[in-house]
């Protein structure tokens, strides 16, 4: 035995360092690939958002300012004076805290009062706002007022340094928006300008910026001049093209070219020896584009960290293998004793335990497959014996369903065939008695005294025709219940044109003959011309036995029949005012031999036999249960 395990550990022991270590360490050299390209991919994706989210920013910045001066115009406008001129660039600098400025220079010689050129000026000092009149100054060329002035719509001027030799702070840089305003003829009566401070845009921009702690923003104009850089000293006079070496920093040159093209993307170039990822877009409304320049460095600090643990996991890793292999080796022999329980189970009656198949080639292995199909073939044979068990029971269990059906089925023949009875019986009676009366009435020794009058006559009369009819009516049920009524051949005959108002107005005078105090109210969307292609006979039994049951069972007063239609049915609906139908009914009213009470007339057809009218002429029959003040019926026909 001791020979046997020593050979079993050092096969298992090779196996599995030769085996899962290389698998292992491919495994997360596989990880660490695709870890670097997910970080590299999400961190382009964030650099994107974050270079996005600025630039809207930065255009919210810029329409604060937009907004004011726009909502401002209107006042220059309508007080074109020197006073309200002054007051209005007051009020556009202290109601915007993105302005800077307000400059209000109008056409010259407009107020000759106060020379060839007026213009007025306001500007936020911090705790104050100053509002002066402007030393004369020809302005009427400078290109902050004839651009906007010539092309008549509000623009950006970019920062400008004609007054300026030496570098510009970003404190004192400009950006303009200028827009003309009119006299009310129509004609340019001068430009309102207002500053934006580029070191508070820088601020704004630079804020976004918490994710990488070595990027930052660069703002370019549309000549390539930096507006917003960390180094300062190349601010507004100095461009991407011009401060960059041709031969060294084509990517950088390339760059400028792509973001005063207006375009957006990414880029990978060298800045200051250091890889970086470029991610640029234009500033909407402006020749401006903003990029975020990240190092790589930033960009790969979470992949950088992987690495050490991507070592340090395959040093635990190995260790894993090298323990897992002294486990093997110890386990080996173990398939025995599992064997022995398991069958052990099986010898106490637990059938269900399952013995797996093993690939093994030795004798345990070997052993462990014969276990494993004499407790197949014993578990099939006693699900075979439970298969036939449960066959069994649920014949069993249909047996005594079909009994209680039958049973049920016999109770509803004899209830059915006394139904019947008394409901033929009683017209009859009433048939015979009246009869007996007539008979006596006529009877030459009797009538004399027997004599009745007129009205008794006709009244005897109509009882006798009302039975009569209520008889036929019950025939025409059982008729139509039966195998010949239920014939496909006889429900399919779809070949008559009927008119629906006619029809309407015909099963309107039979319930009338029936019910003569009744009073129905006749609507229809329909010409008397129109007509459908149906069956003329179960259209008209159903539509009776809706108009019949609301007689029967409502007031007698307030019953309607709507004719409408829709784009392929034509809709019968009958409304009454009533109780309506019960609620434990339903769902029952359509199945035979259903009444509202026991002691109603009828024979408990007259519904279920409606329904199966309207569906062999394509149609349906439904009660609408969202209807509370009695009850609705509805008939839906094909055209």
Same mark, same amino acid.
């Given at each position: 035995?001791?020979? &046997?395990?020593?050979?079993?550990?050092?096969?298992?022991?090779?196996?599995?360092? =030769?085996?899962?270590? !290389?698998?292992?360490?491919?495994?997360?050299?596989?990880?660490?690939?695709?870890?670097?390209?997910?970080? $590299?991919?999400?961190?382009?994706?964030?650099?994107?958002?974050?270079?996005? =989210?600025?630039?809207?920013?930065?255009?919210?910045?810029?329409?604060?300012?937009?907004?004011?001066?726009?909502?401002?115009?209107?006042?220059?406008?309508?007080?074109?004076?020197?006073?309200?001129?002054?007051?209005?660039?007051?009020?556009?600098?202290?109601?915007?805290?993105?302005?800077?400025?307000?400059?209000?220079?109008?056409?010259?010689?407009?107020?000759?009062?106060?020379?060839?050129?007026?213009?007025?000026?306001?500007?936020?000092?911090?705790?104050?706002?100053?509002?002066?009149?402007?030393?004369?100054?020809?302005?009427?060329?400078?290109?902050?007022?004839?651009?906007?002035?010539?092309?008549?719509?509000?623009?950006?001027?970019?920062?400008?340094?004609?007054?300026?030799?030496?570098?510009?702070?970003?404190?004192?840089?400009?950006?303009?928006?200028?827009?003309?305003?009119?006299?009310?003829?129509?004609?340019?009566?001068?430009?309102?300008?207002?500053?934006?401070?580029?070191?508070?845009?820088?601020?704004?921009?630079?804020?976004?910026?918490?994710?990488?702690?070595?990027?930052?923003?660069?703002?370019?104009?549309?000549?390539?001049?930096?507006?917003?850089? !960390?180094?300062?000293? $190349?601010?507004?006079?100095?461009? &991407?093209?011009?401060?960059?070496? !041709?031969?060294?920093?084509?990517?950088?040159?390339?760059?400028?070219?792509?973001?005063?093209?207006?375009?957006?993307?990414?880029?990978?170039?060298?800045?200051?020896?250091?890889?970086?990822?470029?991610?640029?877009?234009?500033?909407?409304?402006?020749?401006?584009?903003?990029?975020? &320049?990240?190092?790589?460095?930033?960009?790969?600090?979470?992949?950088?960290?992987?690495?050490? &643990?991507?070592?340090?996991?395959?040093?635990?890793?190995?260790?894993?293998?090298?323990?897992?292999?002294?486990?093997?080796?110890?386990?080996?022999?173990?398939?025995?004793?599992?064997?022995?329980?398991?069958?052990?189970?099986?010898?106490?009656?637990?059938?269900?335990?399952?013995?797996?198949?093993?690939?093994?080639?030795?004798?345990?292995?070997?052993?462990?497959?014969?276990?494993?199909?004499?407790?197949?073939?014993?578990?099939?044979?006693?699900?075979?014996? $439970?298969?036939?068990?449960?066959?069994?029971?649920?014949?069993?269990?249909?047996?005594?369903?079909?009994?209680?059906?039958?049973?049920?089925?016999?109770?509803?023949?004899?209830?059915?065939?006394?139904?019947?009875?008394?409901?033929?019986?009683?017209?009859?009676?009433?048939?015979?008695?009246?009869?007996?009366?007539?008979?006596?009435?006529?009877?030459?020794?009797?009538?004399?005294?027997?004599?009745?009058?007129?009205?008794?006559?006709?009244?005897?009369?109509?009882?006798?025709?009302?039975?009569?009819?209520?008889?036929?009516?019950?025939?025409?049920?059982?008729?139509?219940?039966?195998?010949?009524?239920?014939?496909?051949?006889?429900?399919?005959?779809?070949?008559?044109?009927?008119?629906?108002?006619?029809?309407? $107005?015909?099963?309107?005078?039979?319930?009338?003959?029936?019910?003569?105090?009744?009073?129905?109210?006749?609507?229809?969307? =329909?010409?008397?011309?129109?007509?459908?292609?149906?069956?003329?006979?179960?259209?008209?039994?159903?539509?009776?036995?809706?108009?019949?049951?609301?007689?029967?069972?409502?007031?007698?007063?307030?019953?309607?029949?709507?004719?409408?239609?829709?784009?392929?049915?034509?809709?019968?609906?009958?409304?009454?005012?009533?109780?309506?139908?019960?609620?434990?009914?339903?769902?029952?009213?359509?199945?035979?031999?259903?009444?509202?009470?026991?002691?109603?007339?009828?024979?408990?057809?007259?519904? !279920?036999?409606?329904?199966?009218?309207?569906?062999?002429?394509?149609?349906?029959?439904?009660?609408?249960?969202?209807?509370?003040?009695?009850?609705?019926?509805?008939?839906?026909?094909?055209?």
């Amino acid at each position: 035995m001791s020979k &046997i395990k020593r050979s079993l550990s050092l096969k298992l022991s090779l196996g599995i360092v =030769l085996l899962a270590a !290389p698998t292992f360490v491919l495994a997360l050299g596989i990880l660490f690939l695709q870890s670097r390209y997910f970080i $590299r991919q999400e961190a382009t994706e964030r650099a994107t958002s974050m270079l996005s =989210l600025t630039i809207q920013r930065v255009r919210n910045y810029m329409s604060a300012v937009e907004t004011s001066t726009n909502s401002n115009t209107w006042l220059i406008e309508e007080n074109f004076n020197p006073d309200s001129l002054l007051a209005i660039s007051h009020r556009i600098v202290r109601l915007n805290r993105h302005a800077q400025s307000c400059s209000i220079s109008v056409e010259p010689g407009s107020f000759p009062q106060y020379g060839r050129y007026f213009s007025v000026y306001a500007v936020n000092e911090g705790d104050t706002i100053i509002s002066v009149r402007e030393t004369e100054y020809d302005y009427f060329e400078k290109f902050w007022y004839r651009n906007p002035v010539d092309s008549g719509k509000a623009c950006w001027v970019d920062p400008f340094y004609e007054h300026s030799e030496g570098l510009i702070d970003q404190n004192e840089a400009f950006a303009t928006y200028c827009k003309p305003f009119y006299q009310k003829g129509g004609k340019v009566a001068g430009v309102i300008s207002v500053d934006l401070s580029f070191s508070k845009l820088a601020e704004t921009i630079s804020s976004t910026n918490q994710t990488y702690p070595n990027a930052y923003f660069m703002l370019l104009g549309g000549d390539g001049r930096y507006f917003i850089h !960390p180094d300062t000293t $190349r601010l507004f006079r100095k461009t &991407i093209f011009n401060e960059a070496d !041709p031969n060294e920093h084509a990517d950088w040159i390339a760059l400028g070219y792509e973001m005063t093209a207006g375009k957006q993307g990414n880029a990978h170039i060298i800045v200051n020896h250091q890889v970086c990822h470029v991610c640029y877009g234009p500033v909407p409304g402006t020749n401006w584009s903003l990029a975020l &320049i990240c190092p790589d460095g930033d960009i790969l600090k979470n992949y950088h960290e992987l690495i050490y &643990i991507i070592i340090a996991l395959i040093v635990i890793g190995l260790l894993i293998i090298l323990w897992l292999c002294n486990r093997v080796v110890s386990q080996a022999i173990l398939p025995l004793n599992q064997l022995l329980n398991m069958s052990q189970k099986i010898a106490d009656g637990h059938h269900e335990e399952v013995i797996p198949i093993s690939n093994r080639l030795d004798v345990i292995g070997q052993l462990q497959n014969s276990f494993a199909m004499m407790q197949e073939s014993l578990q099939i044979h006693m699900g075979s014996i $439970r298969q036939t068990t449960k066959e069994t029971q649920k014949r069993n269990e249909e047996l005594v369903r079909a009994m209680k059906m039958a049973e049920v089925a016999v109770k509803q023949k004899t209830l059915f065939i006394q139904n019947v009875s008394h409901q033929i019986r009683t017209p009859l009676n009433i048939i015979q008695g009246f009869a007996n009366v007539l008979r006596d009435s006529l009877s030459p020794s009797e009538k004399e005294k027997n004599a009745l009058s007129e009205e008794e006559l006709a009244n005897i009369t109509e009882m006798m025709k009302h039975n009569a009819s209520h008889l036929n009516r019950m025939v025409l049920m059982l008729y139509d219940s039966s195998e010949i009524g239920t014939s496909k051949e006889v429900l399919s005959h779809r070949n008559d044109q009927v008119s629906c108002n006619e029809l309407a $107005r015909e099963c309107i005078s039979f319930t009338y003959s029936h019910f003569p105090n009744l009073s129905i109210r006749f609507e229809t969307e =329909l010409s008397d011309a129109e007509c459908i292609q149906t069956n003329h006979l179960y259209l008209m039994r159903t539509l009776r036995e809706l108009l019949y049951n609301s007689a029967k069972y409502s007031d007698g007063k307030h019953i309607t029949l709507y004719v409408s239609q829709t784009e392929t049915t034509i809709r019968f609906i009958v409304e009454d005012v009533g109780p309506g139908l019960p609620k434990d009914l339903q769902d029952l009213i359509f199945k035979p031999f259903i009444k509202v009470d026991d002691l109603s007339e009828g024979l408990g057809l007259g519904l !279920p036999l409606s329904k199966r009218h309207a569906i062999s002429l394509g149609g349906d029959l439904l009660f609408d249960t969202t209807y509370t003040k009695g009850c609705r019926a509805i008939i839906e026909i094909p055209k």
